[in-house]
């Protein structure tokens, strides 16, 4: 039997970009794919990289969850356009980063390039380094926000990203930590103790929101750089509950845009 609609919004476009290195991009692509299931408004296109520009450039929503995928120029900007113009962009985790992995036998550190300038100007900040993977709290910086309210500061097991920032973010999730990034050429934070873990920041008629938290990976991930089976797969970070939710919002925000809260969708089925 059909059912009825679950949104009243009428059709939006989203490009759904999963890919790269490191990460277990099959899950986090499941995962996400899932999220935007609850939304029987969208129509969804999925894509390795942002190569395919003219499906990008037109999408009302973009959704990123890539590591080391660079975008050109050409499609950093044609991204920005749309943004522009009034798409939203919802950029998570490792999609700031470019990053360039140690020779063989060369001492393990990574490199993080200014290798995409017009990318990260638009996401509002570029990845630098980040600590070793740990529990650390996540601190609610506007209680308010729909993003976030209701959602009380916890803590979680994820990378806390240390990043060269934009001075137009409006910081909603912060974590504090200073000190040490071992493996990575900026090894340390330097005088910033707290970091942005989500915020948003308006480009245009659009706005870019971006939430760093979700790392996983699975068991052949980093095969590139010599270990071919982990032996482990690496959820952790999205047994968090308020993790989830916080991403179910970002989702439903990306669909739906500021009155996302409206669409019954969004809420929270049980």
């Given at each position: 039997m059909p059912t009825p609609a679950r949104c009243a919004s009428s059709r939006v476009d989203v490009a759904l970009v999963v890919g790269g290195r490191w990460h277990d991009m099959d899950f986090a692509r499941l995962e996400l794919l899932r999220l935007l299931d609850a939304h029987d408004s969208v129509r969804c296109t999925v894509h390795g990289d942002f190569s395919e520009v003219d499906t990008i450039g037109a999408a009302d929503v973009v959704v990123a969850y890539t590591c080391d995928v660079r975008p050109t120029a050409e499609e950093a900007l044609t991204l920005a356009g749309a943004v522009e113009r009034g798409a939203r962009l919802l950029a998570l985790h490792a999609t700031n980063s470019a990053i360039d992995a140690p020779?063989?036998?060369?001492?393990?550190?990574?490199?993080?390039?200014?290798?995409?300038?017009?990318?990260?100007?638009?996401?509002?900040?570029?990845?630098?380094?980040?600590?070793?993977?740990?529990?650390?709290?996540?601190?609610?910086?506007?209680?308010?926000?729909?993003?976030?309210?209701?959602?009380?500061?916890?803590?979680?097991?994820?990378?806390?990203?240390?990043?060269?920032?934009?001075?137009?973010?409006?910081?909603?999730?912060?974590?504090?930590?200073?000190?040490?990034?071992?493996?990575f050429e900026v090894s340390h934070t330097g005088s910033r103790t707290h970091h942005p873990v989500l915020y948003t920041r308006r480009q245009g008629e659009g706005t870019v929101t971006y939430f760093t938290l979700g790392h996983c990976r699975g068991r052949f991930d980093v095969a590139d750089l010599g270990i071919d089976d982990l032996g482990v797969v690496d959820r952790v970070a999205w047994e968090s509950a308020e993790y989830r939710e916080v991403l179910r919002r970002c989702v439903s925000w990306a669909v739906h845009g500021d009155d996302w809260a409206r669409c019954p969708a969004s809420m929270r089925e049980d």
């Amino acid at each position: 039997m059909p059912t009825p609609a679950r949104c009243a919004s009428s059709r939006v476009d989203v490009a759904l970009v999963v890919g790269g290195r490191w990460h277990d991009m099959d899950f986090a692509r499941l995962e996400l794919l899932r999220l935007l299931d609850a939304h029987d408004s969208v129509r969804c296109t999925v894509h390795g990289d942002f190569s395919e520009v003219d499906t990008i450039g037109a999408a009302d929503v973009v959704v990123a969850y890539t590591c080391d995928v660079r975008p050109t120029a050409e499609e950093a900007l044609t991204l920005a356009g749309a943004v522009e113009r009034g798409a939203r962009l919802l950029a998570l985790h490792a999609t700031n980063s470019a990053i360039d992995a140690p020779e063989p036998g060369a001492p393990r550190i990574f490199r993080t390039p200014d290798a995409m300038p017009e990318f990260t100007a638009l996401l509002g900040n570029r990845f630098l380094a980040h600590p070793k993977i740990a529990s650390t709290r996540i601190d609610v910086v506007q209680p308010e926000h729909p993003l976030v309210q209701g959602v009380p500061s916890f803590t979680t097991t994820d990378e806390i990203y240390v990043m060269a920032l934009r001075d137009d973010l409006d910081v909603v999730l912060e974590a504090e930590y200073e000190g040490e990034c071992p493996g990575f050429e900026v090894s340390h934070t330097g005088s910033r103790t707290h970091h942005p873990v989500l915020y948003t920041r308006r480009q245009g008629e659009g706005t870019v929101t971006y939430f760093t938290l979700g790392h996983c990976r699975g068991r052949f991930d980093v095969a590139d750089l010599g270990i071919d089976d982990l032996g482990v797969v690496d959820r952790v970070a999205w047994e968090s509950a308020e993790y989830r939710e916080v991403l179910r919002r970002c989702v439903s925000w990306a669909v739906h845009g500021d009155d996302w809260a409206r669409c019954p969708a969004s809420m929270r089925e049980d």
